[in-house]
């Protein structure tokens, strides 16, 4: 075989990799997503990414908030590649609602990418609340449908 037939090989290779892993994370999330929703049937979940660019880390946030508005948990996932697993934050349960709008940067200054997910998170549990969009059970249930 040629070398530009080995490349091409190469790539496939990896491409396949590549879509393997994608879908083992896209997998774990919708495990943790269904989790989290069959456990806590009532209140708000929020959830926010950030699409990570060259240097930059992605990251992806999950907030759920008890009907009296104080969090009950929060899970980040962050990083570069598709091994990358949800970790829970228990120091910020028990935290208001408007403490965590007041200050997304609870993770510190250095990771921007997690700021932006619980910013988003918080903002679509803001969202529901006010009607703007329809709480997750409806719409889990709209999409079973």
């Known amino acids: 075989m040629a070398i530009w ?3 091409l090989l190469l790539l496939a290779v990896v491409w ?7 879908w083992l994370q896209m997998r774990h999330y919708s495990d943790v997503f269904k989790g989290i929703t069959q456990k806590y049937t009532d209140g708000f979940v929020g959830t926010g990414a950030f699409h990570g660019r060259f ?4 990251a992806i946030a999950i907030v759920v908030v008890a009907p009296d508005l104080s969090v009950r948990r929060v899970l980040t996932m962050s990083g570069r590649s598709v091994f990358a697993k949800f ?3 228990e120091e910020f ?3 208001t609602l408007d403490a965590l709008r007041a200050e997304p940067a609870i993770f510190g200054e250095d990771k921007p990418g997690l700021t932006a997910a619980i910013t988003q998170a918080v903002a679509q549990i803001d969202r529901t609340r006010a009607g703007d969009e329809p709480p997750l059970r409806e719409s889990l249930a709209a999409a079973k449908a």
Do not use: P
């Open 5 to 7: 037939q080995w490349g």
């Open 87 to 89: 970790k829970r934050h």
């Open 16 to 22: 396949a990799l590549q879509s393997y892993g994608v």
């Open 55 to 58: 240097l930059k880390r992605g």
């Open 93 to 95: 349960e028990g935290m």
